[in-house]
């Protein structure tokens, strides 16, 4: 009988002590996005860029606002050409645990944060980077930028 007890004691004890999953769900807040953010790096498949800003203007970045005229706005600048000229592209955002959701029109971009601290906002994506009809993974690697309202439109 003692045998037949450990036997049955040991099972117990075997279920008792397995570690649950914990959800390792990260908790991101809306107004850690908040602000100017200036792209850094580029991981495509694996191959770290830096980002190639254009030399002779600003350097290309990207906002997130939430303020009663801009619920939820995003909005990119990028600077072509050597002139300068810039292409504005806005959409709306949200924020589920640790997806990025930007929406552009019908079309949802979800992005995993891979890392959001007061500094660093690191982002992936599975998506056709570079038009070959293949998906890439994409990581993008951006920097938190001072942003001053007096200056710059787009700061909150």
């Known amino acids: 009988y003692m045998q037949k007890y450990l036997l049955i004691f040991s099972i117990i004890l075997s279920f008792s002590c397995k570690k649950e999953k914990v959800d390792e769900k990260e908790i991101y807040f809306e ?76 079309q949802l971009f979800n992005y995993k944060i891979l890392r959001l601290d007061p500094t660093n906002l690191d982002v992936s994506i599975s998506i056709d980077y570079d038009g070959d009809g293949k998906v890439d993974d994409v990581e993008i690697y951006a920097i938190k930028d001072p942003c001053n309202v007096s200056d710059d439109i787009n700061c909150q």
């Open 31 to 106: 107004n850690q996005l908040i602000g100017k953010w200036i792209y850094n790096e580029l991981k495509i498949n694996g191959i770290l860029y830096s980002y190639q800003h254009n030399p002779n203007c600003q350097k290309d970045r990207f906002y997130f606002v939430n303020r009663t005229f801009q619920d939820h706005d995003y909005t990119e600048v990028l600077y072509l050409y050597t002139h300068c000229a810039s292409s504005i592209t806005g959409m709306d955002w949200k924020l589920q645990g640790r997806n990025l959701i930007l929406n552009f029109g019908k």
